[in-house]
């Protein structure tokens, strides 16, 4: 039997980082416009791998993903034994920023989920000149914590298994079964503390609601895709960003969740091409 291989590329990028050598795990396919794509807390990279193996997308586009250090197969700097992880927004900027210029990267579009969304928001606020245009999957500017975060990291509590037991709620009840799981899998073989650390930036340091509206999408256009069954970043909030920003572009996508692009990647994609296609017509 003849195996198949698939045309996403991964290799480890060794650079600096917050004054550390950082070991960065970076996947890419396709050639074209470079399309850089962010995945949601306590995950990694695999969720866009759908995008990655589509020819609708990766005709026209570089698509590439990057694993957060302590996400996926990125490890935590040396020391981090010592340290607890918090996410912060400028942390997360910076991050974003030095990935583009280590990997060369000339006004990228920008794409990214649940966080990865939140700071799309922050990008387009304080670096719109760096980007061709943003695209916020989830993209809410603020959420109010509606769980106990402690559970996410405690002795008694199975991580990962607790991990994928709250997010599994957020899943929209149109997802495949196996994309289902396979999203949830993801969230189960986080490291212990790593989600928890993401939801410091989402629940609390990156709360934008007081500036978002200062965004000017005419200096990069701003598209917020959003699914119908999100109760982390609901249909209502994302309307509210978009109503607050003149010249953004919203839709809400029927029977998706928190997790479009891995949960249900072709309903997605149904989505996603004419975002494409209307950036590449006027960006």
């Avoid at 949601?40 to 990057?66: C, E, K, P, W």
């Avoid at 799981?181 to 989600?195: C, D, I, K, R, S």
């Amino acid at each position: 039997m003849s195996a198949k291989f698939e045309p996403i590329v991964g290799r480890y990028m060794h650079f600096e980082l917050f004054g550390r050598p950082h070991r960065i795990y970076v996947e890419e396919a396709g050639e074209g416009r470079p399309l850089l794509c962010l995945h949601t807390a306590g995950s990694d990279g695999r969720q866009y791998r759908a995008l990655m193996n589509d020819a609708r997308v990766t005709s026209r586009h570089r698509v590439i993903t990057f694993d957060m250090p302590w996400h996926g197969k990125s490890s935590p700097p040396a020391g981090w034994h010592n340290e607890e992880y918090q996410l912060t927004s400028a942390q997360y900027t910076t991050m974003i920023l030095s990935v583009m210029s280590a990997l060369g990267l000339d006004k990228p579009i920008v794409m990214g989920c649940s966080i990865g969304g939140r700071i799309a928001l922050h990008l387009a606020l304080e670096h719109p000149q760096a980007f061709r245009a943003i695209i916020g999957l989830q993209a809410g500017a603020h959420v109010d914590p509606y769980y106990d975060l402690n559970f996410l990291h405690r002795p008694d509590v199975h991580g990962g298994e607790v991990c994928g037991a709250i997010v599994s709620g957020l899943v929209g009840p149109d997802a495949p079964e196996t994309e289902r799981w396979e999203t949830l899998w993801h969230y189960m073989q986080g490291g212990p503390g790593v989600f928890k650390g993401d939801l410091y930036f989402y629940k609390i340091d990156g709360d934008i609601r007081d500036r978002v509206g200062r965004i000017d999408t005419r200096r990069c256009p701003l598209f917020l895709l959003s699914g119908e069954y999100d109760y982390s970043c609901t249909p209502e909030e994302t309307m509210a960003v978009a109503n607050s920003i003149a010249g953004s572009h919203v839709t809400i996508m029927k029977g998706l969740g928190h997790f479009p692009m891995s949960e249900n990647p072709e309903a997605f994609l149904n989505y996603l091409l004419p975002v494409l296609d209307q950036i590449a017509a006027i960006a």
